[in-house]
């Protein structure tokens, strides 16, 4: 008899009503050769997004959250009850492309036991937005597009698979993360605990790409964003960097990673004439990774218990020279931070 795995596709939503439904056909609609279930979990949703979905979809396990808890703790209550052999986490505003389950399942029964994806495009427009990304010395993500020879190091968590046997290895999602930064997380985990990360070209997923927080790609060639996404972003960074940076590299990647936010910091307070963005973001970010530094050395501690030091040479191979932050002002200018 014919072994037929079993996927958990966890979507987290938080007032959703315009692309929970959207995301949730995307995923009913999959000819797949597996069995699927479909979990939310609703994040203490205001607009009656949750309710309805009970109401349409009464098959879908819905977990229902009495406070808003944020992204990575919603994962990780769906990954806790999820009873697939593999978990695919979706945003409530990703929609699969045809093809896009059969596809990761395919890879993930061959013998991938890492972390897939597939390509991300602008729900919008349909341009495409990555295969995945590059990392550069301060962890910000470069897209690698349809010509780019790069291999992906990380992928978005908006559309991500992971086996959960791998997700436990690595302790899912750290609560404190909240959101942004912590795809990079798992994928730095995955690839320190000796897995790789690929993305299946072929078939995709659309994205309404900053719903949640305003921003985070460059669309019609402009680049805008929030603070409070900039400030997650900055002090997550700061703190991925802690947990996974190699031994040796560590002091001067951390002296090297505040040093550029700060110098950015004053530079954006020159142009813009308004110190918004060092007090908001830059100072804040700092601020509250180093009253962070007591949790993010016990998670230093405890991914190196599980899986070793990561070692230096595949650390450099990851991690591209050239900060992003450069490349993205000579192609897209200052951003709008609002």
Same mark, same amino acid.
């Given at each position: 008899?014919?072994?037929r795995?079993?996927?958990?596709?966890?979507i987290?939503?938080? %007032?959703? &009503?315009?692309?929970?439904?959207?995301?949730i056909?995307?995923?009913?609609?999959q000819?797949?050769?597996?069995d =699927?279930?479909?979990?939310?979990?609703?994040?203490?949703?205001t607009?009656?997004? &949750?309710?309805? $979905? &009970?109401?349409?979809?009464?098959?879908?396990?819905?977990?229902?959250?009495?406070e808003?808890?944020?992204?990575?703790?919603?994962?990780n209550r769906?990954?806790?009850? &999820?009873?697939?052999e593999?978990?695919l /986490?979706?945003n %409530?505003?990703?929609?699969l492309? %045809?093809g896009?389950?059969?596809a990761?399942?395919?890879a993930a029964t061959?013998?991938?036991?890492g972390? *897939?994806s @597939?390509?991300?495009?602008?729900a919008?427009?349909g341009?495409l *937005?990555?295969?995945g990304?590059r990392?550069?010395c $301060?962890l910000?993500?470069?897209?690698?597009?349809?010509?780019?020879p790069?291999?992906? !190091?990380?992928v978005m968590?908006?559309?991500?698979?992971?086996?959960?046997r791998?997700?436990?290895?690595i302790g899912?999602?750290?609560?404190?993360?909240?959101?942004?930064?912590?795809?990079?997380f798992?994928?730095?985990?995955?690839?320190?605990?000796?897995?790789r =990360?690929h993305v299946?070209?072929?078939?995709?997923?659309?994205h309404?790409?900053? *719903?949640?927080?305003?921003g985070g790609?460059? @669309?019609a060639?402009?680049?805008s964003?929030?603070?409070?996404?900039?400030?997650?972003?900055?002090?997550?960074?700061?703190?991925?960097l802690?947990?996974?940076?190699?031994?040796l590299?560590?002091?001067?990647?951390? /002296?090297?990673?505040?040093s550029e936010l700060? @110098?950015?910091?004053?530079?954006?307070?020159l142009?813009?004439?308004?110190?918004?963005?060092?007090?908001e =973001?830059?100072?804040?970010? +700092?601020?509250?990774?180093?009253?962070?530094?007591?949790? !993010?050395?016990g998670?230093?501690?405890?991914?190196?218990?599980?899986?070793?030091?990561f070692p230096?040479?595949?650390?450099?191979?990851?991690?591209t020279?050239?900060?992003q932050?450069?490349?993205? !002002?000579?192609?897209?200018? +200052?951003p709008?931070v609002?």
């Open positions: 008899m014919t072994h795995p079993r996927i958990s596709v966890c987290a939503n938080y %007032n959703g &009503a315009e692309v929970i439904h959207s995301c056909d995307s995923v009913l609609r000819e797949c050769e597996a =699927v279930e479909v979990i939310v979990h609703d994040d203490a949703s607009d009656g997004s &949750a309710k309805a $979905l &009970a109401d349409t979809h009464p098959d879908i396990r819905i977990i229902f959250s009495d808003n808890v944020g992204f990575c703790i919603s994962n769906m990954a806790a009850i &999820a009873e697939g593999y978990l /986490l979706l %409530n505003d990703a929609m492309r %045809n896009a389950l059969q990761m399942c395919d061959s013998g991938s036991d972390i *897939l @597939v390509p991300q495009y602008q919008s427009t341009q *937005l990555d295969r990304c990392l550069d $301060l910000m993500p470069i897209p690698v597009t349809a010509s780019d790069h291999r992906p !190091v990380t968590g908006s559309c991500l698979w992971i086996p959960k791998l997700w436990e290895r899912g999602f750290p609560e404190w993360i909240a959101s942004i930064g912590e795809d990079t798992l994928c730095l985990g995955a690839w320190q605990a000796g897995v =990360v299946i070209d072929g078939t995709g997923y659309d309404v790409v900053g *719903l949640s927080f305003g790609k460059a @669309v060639g402009k680049l964003t929030t603070t409070r996404r900039r400030f997650l972003s900055e002090r997550n960074r700061i703190c991925v802690a947990i996974f940076c190699p031994p590299l560590l002091p001067l990647a951390l /002296l090297i990673q505040t700060i @110098v950015e910091g004053i530079a954006m307070s142009v813009k004439r308004d110190t918004r963005f060092l007090r =973001v830059v100072l804040a970010a +700092i601020a509250s990774a180093w009253k962070l530094r007591r949790v !993010v050395c998670e230093r501690r405890r991914m190196q218990a599980s899986f070793g030091a230096i040479r595949r650390w450099l191979g990851l991690i020279p050239l900060p932050k450069l490349r993205a !002002v000579w192609r897209h200018g +200052i709008d609002q």
